[in-house]
């Protein structure tokens, strides 16, 4: 351009670039002033004094270097084929000496080793540019990173003159970039060491841009002047961005890959050409003598590309020179494809981005969880009702839940309202990358939820193992609790390597407690809903007016805690801390954990009088709210005895010291004697003597399970008797002789309390499973067990459990030996057994036998349970409890038809009508009465066990249970309540009765054993009978139990606790039942049988003061001490394993019948003379007994007559028992189920 040539353009930029060619021509010399000044020119800088432009030098350097090269490569490549031609040809030729066999091997082994050289740096060449070493990363990183510093270099130069004279001393930014010009020349030189196919690396587009901006550098340096040229082409490494992030493991997954891969080619492309147009307008035609050029800024010419690209061309800048107009035409032909199909795609990619799709950002101080598996509205806020309850003590933990699928509105909905604790994040857990997106690795816990109604449970399981899998392969110390829907399947978390029940992994099957919930229903009935509630976070609801809903809902209030008792209670006997925590403290204390000496934890249900408190003794306790637990911890004998309110037991400033083993047995019996320590004289110097001897030699372990001294022991049971003149003869397993061993170890094996007075064993009978916690049975076919309807109407049961199950040959198995085993647990004697039978399709039954043939008194009757006919013939008016199942796991739309078997079920049951059949046999014959009916017996007495009515004439008062999939199908349960639709599951009637049973109440253990993994242990316990994770094992391996021989060792499992119901119209606690305080029941049986109570089942309407024929009846958790009782309540109670109940049949359970002998009484056999109004047991008739068949074959030859009996019986006779069942054809001749031995 000529000087002021351009003066007239209106820009302000021309105007700036006007004024500075002035300036520099005012300072140049006379002689050139006329002359055209085409570059700044002055004199600091030795630069071409004419000002004359050479940017065809920086051009010519880039030209050079690239054909150059080519053209080197090339000739290579000719010449090296023109040899390898001719040697070929020379080779054919020439007929090869064997005197020149040696020659040629030097040369050969000349050429392997020249090879071998080249290849060895070509491979160092390789090692040093590739990505899969540590160096090359770094090194392509430094590249791509000072790349771009020399493209920022080149945005910061384009507000310059694009040629002129700069000093290579004082233009720091020039050094800058020969600097970084410099370490590309070396890469260069590796990357062409490294190449295989020269050629084609000459020609890449990363060579092309080393060509042109490498060697201009260099001319720059030596002309002293600047050009600012194809510097642009730097813009184009942007094309490797992706993979950039990719060797630094930022870039996993291909949405992102390819959404950065359209983003830097779109961008590097866009920015590459604005460079170009930018050159060629502020340059000008070089035809033109660069007359037509304008001045346009870089930033302008991005601005005039993406108009030109887009197609809007709003004309407010274009190009003018003929090179930047020709260049547009092609740009916009590829320019407008890339725009309309590369956008289009950025755009998608973006929009599909997960939405909750980033990454957990752990909080310091605050733990957090993971909750897969099963993630719907329903579970995730029944578990978030439970997990984030109020009366949890505090729960500073995040939950973070991880699901593959987005949540939809309602559960986002939920989410917000509680985003302060709970987060979500798409992904799935079998995904290593999306497990560390939600830090499984700090996580505290991982929560698998099942999903409960899906039709193929097995696949749900399935699929939670694999979870379990693969959170475990990438980390092994996670705690991971799941839950799992068949039993059979928690086998496959054994094959786990590292799962570790005793490091907190835990599997609750909801199969196992949900039937292991409903069998304790039928030895105590309600005590499904009393514990479901119990582990279950509830808020109380207070109700002014006197209905059944108020005193209901003040026992829901109740939960199970955890705390370990003060050193106050070291010492002290479990009766007597029991009693002192309910008194006093306001809890009910029901078991203790137990540390044996090989430091192995096992739960202790209320123990005996033996076990002595010891320091760190972790408590079971039942209370309203955790706070409450805490006053166990604090309670202080020093500071708080003579405290009134609990309230006001908080944690003392008073100073503990360690009391001897003098002090700590003095403590124990002075509490229990009622005196001061220091004014009690109940312990003389030698007791105390020895005592002290005792502490030397044998320490202490957390809880005692031996009186440390006989005389203690005997000074302790002489204070008991004081306070009950009968208690020795009332304590049946127990030892009061004074000259008994000192030691008496509940759980050793060969040390068994009262073993001198048990069932005499024989060892060549297997009565018991190998672990001799359940009754066992040689197993038997199915046909033997198999009755008709005639048969099962000439058998005349009693005291029995009916169980309705339906299911074909495609249900899913349901897993019956978990309803089973509870009943069949080895803390009863055989004849307290309860006979079942299971009325279903024997199809279905068949699939179940394989895990039932084990167990004794079992039967089957082929049918349905919605046929009346098979009904009566089980006699379902006398059972003790009717249990209605489904196996059939439905894909239904309508939600309220998945239980329609179930509900049909039990109104059919509840419409049915009967005759008084006991009056009539009692009318007829007194011998026919059946077992457990005869209400004149002492024996018979309800004191514990299910108590039934004496007849049944209509099915609204046959107990019932019904499981339900669907908690809103509870209302056609019960056609005469008012429950509302909408009214959660434990508000309803059903529920509160025990008569419906839900999966869903099982959710709650979820939380509750996150935060006390304690619970679930208890609630096992209590629930299954005994099942062990060595039993779990056992039944893993062989799928069924092992009979074994009767050893003191499995005899020793028999000695634990067991769920009951306590009578009070009746028996020796009759006196407290009409209007009688409940906590001087309370103690009163703690004191004189060892029995825990902890509820009442009480009549619906026994609140009103009236008679009422409703039998209905509703749970009462934990009542207060002065809740007043009424003749008809029931007491749930945990009573204690009676070894001498084996030998008579003085037991006053239910379902007791016949006393062949006498015996002194124990906890199971109260005497008479406790009854007031009950006559004497009648005299045992041999010569009856002899006319009762065998039908159970499996019972031991010298046990007693046992509740299900088949007798002779005359047709008349059976058809007025069962006068509307099918009577048209002749009674055919009693078969036996079993064939005898």
Known sequence: IRAGGNGARGRSGGHKLLSTIMTFQLAAPSSVRNMDVIIPYTNDVPCDPRGQRMWWAFLASSMVTFFGGLFIILLWRTLKYLWTVCCHCKGKKKVKRPSDTSVGQREAEAVVSEVGWMTSVKDWAGVMISAQTLTGRVLVVLVFALSIGALVIYFTDSSKPIESCQHFDKDYWLQIDMAFNVFFLLYFGLRFIAANDKLWFWLEVNSVVDFFTVPPVFVSVYLNRSWLGLRFLRALRLIQFSEILQFLNILKTSNSIKLVNLCSIFISTWLTAAGFIHLVENSGDPWENFQNSQPL?????????????????YGDVCAKTTLGRLFMVFFILGGLAMFASYVPEIIELIGNRKKYGGSYSAVNGRKHIVVCGHITLESVSNFLKDFLHKDRDDVNVEIVFLHNISPNLELEALFKRHFTQVEFYQGSVLNPHDLARVKIESADACLILANKYCADPDAEDASNIMRVISIKNYHPKIRIITQMLQYHNKAHLLNIPSWNWKEGDDAICLAELKLGFIAQSCLAQGLSTM?????SMRSYIKIEEDTWQKYYLEGVANEMYTEYLSSAFVGLSFPTICELCYVKLKLLLIAIEYKSDQRECSTLINPGNHVKMQEGTLGFFIASDAKEVKRALFYCKACHDDITDPKRIKKCGCKRTKKSAYKRMRLACCV???GAEHGCSCM???????????????????????DNTTTLRSLEEEQQSALSPKKKQRNGGMRTSPTCSPKIIRHDPLLVPGHDQMETMDENIKKYDSTGMFHWCPSKDIEKVMLTRSEAAMTVLSGHVVVCIFGDVKSALIGLRNLVMPLRASN??????????????LEYL??????????PKVSILPGTPLSRADLRAVNINLCDMCVILSANQNNIDDASLQDKECILASLNIKSMQFDDSIGLLQANSQGFTPPGMDRSSPENSPVHGLVRQVSITTGANIPIITELVNDSNVQFLDQDDDDDPDTELYLTQPFACGTAFAVSVLDSLMSATYFNDNILTLIRTLVTGGATPELEGLLAEENALRGGYSTPQTLANRDRCRVAQLALYDGPFADLGDGGCYGDLFCKALKTYNMLCFGIYRLRDAHLGAPSQCTKRYVITNPPYNFELVPTDLIFCLMQFDHNAGQTRTNLSSHSTFCPSKKSPSAHSIPSSARPGRSRSRTFNPALNATHKNWYTDEPENCFPRNTQSKHTSTHTANQINQFKSTSNIIQPIREVEEEP
């Open 297 to 313: 800024s870089y930033w302008e010419c991005v601005y005039l590309l993406m108009v030109t690209m887009s197609t809007v061309g």
């Open 684 to 706: 003389s110097d030698s007791v105390a003597s020895n005592t002290e001897v005792l502490h030397r030699g044998f320490p202490f372990s957390p809880v005692s399970l031996y």
């Open 828 to 841: 009863f004697h055989y004849h307290e057994l309860k006979p079942i039978v299971f009325v279903g399709s």
């Open 846 to 855: 068949k699939r179940e036998w394989e895990t039932l043939h084990n167990f």
């Open 531 to 535: 514990l479901a509630n119990l582990f």
């Open 672 to 674: 229990a004697c009622g």
